[in-house]
């Protein structure tokens, strides 16, 4: 088997291959016998696994099916061939897809997991007119977040607790129309079992112990990693020590956001107010 050392900062190549290499690790397989799970030659594996071969999407959910990482290689790979991603956002996506447990705070839109295509798109439209993002890029991102969203849909999701300020319900993206099926859209989110959503009322001020988004993924053998954002540059964050003090404030803001029910509550009162708008 090649060892080749990889640094997966490297290339897109290197970070699917060594993405590749520890998947199958994990699972205790060696090249030949995930070759002949996926029906591909031991070479080929060795290929994509040192960096040395661009592969397709069909040998990457090949090797999520084969591996049983939910869309993690998919995702990569997608994420990692568009031009309309911040750097660090596509590994993000691809560890979200085999998260057991994603919570998420987010100071000024709906989390990504829990928006219609109308409301990213409206997000993505205006991304364009500002001339962030070209018409391609916005039409690959709302389609990449479709992807996404598809673990929402597995037979055993992951569980989701977001955690909203109240300016993401309140600040209007898009028509009238738009804001009214997004809120409608999150009430029905609510009321999943998998799914808690809480808002950060105004009230909480310099309190909230957060300023940008965050998210903390926590994975099956309980291990967490941190992800958090500016506005050129996404941060994959694996440092114990800081994991840990977001984790604490994050149980902290729990406890001082509203309820589920009151935030429930305060999201459909939103939504009957655009109706008289």
Not at 136 to 156: G, I, P, S, Y
Not at 165 to 185: K, Y
Request: hydrophobic share 40%.
């Amino acid at each position: 088997m090649n060892r080749k050392t990889l640094d997966p900062a490297s290339s897109p190549r290197a970070a699917f291959g060594s993405q590749l290499r520890s998947s199958r690790e994990a699972r205790g397989w060696s090249q030949g016998e995930l070759a002949a799970r996926m029906r591909y030659s031991d070479s080929y594996i060795s290929a994509v696994e040192t960096g040395s071969k661009t592969t397709s999407l069909k040998f990457a959910k090949a090797a999520d099916l084969a591996l049983r990482t939910g869309q993690t290689l998919e995702l990569m790979w997608l994420g990692l061939r568009r031009k309309g991603f911040i750097e660090g956002f596509p590994e993000h996506a691809a560890q979200e897809a085999r998260a057991t447990e994603i919570r998420i705070f987010e100071p000024n839109m709906v989390p990504g997991l829990l928006q219609t295509r109308a409301y990213a798109a409206a997000l993505e439209a205006a991304a364009v007119q500002r001339g962030s993002i070209t018409p391609d890029q916005a039409d690959e991102r709302v389609r990449f977040l479709a992807t996404r969203q598809r673990l929402l849909k597995r037979d055993a999701p992951p569980l989701i607790h977001a955690i909203m300020d109240e300016s993401c319900i309140r600040r209007r993206v898009g028509s009238a129309q738009t804001m009214r099926a997004q809120l409608e859209h999150l009430a029905e989110a609510a009321a999943r079992p998998d799914v808690v959503l809480q808002v950060a009322p105004f009230e909480l001020a310099e309190h909230a112990p957060f300023r940008a988004l965050l998210t903390l993924l926590t994975f099956a053998d309980r291990s967490v990693v941190g992800y958090t954002e500016s506005v050129e540059q996404g941060y994959v964050v694996r440092k114990d020590e800081t994991v840990r003090a977001w984790e604490r404030a994050y149980d902290r803001l729990q406890v001082e956001a509203l309820s589920r029910a009151a935030s429930l509550d305060l999201i459909r009162k939103v939504r009957e107010e655009l109706h008289h708008d």
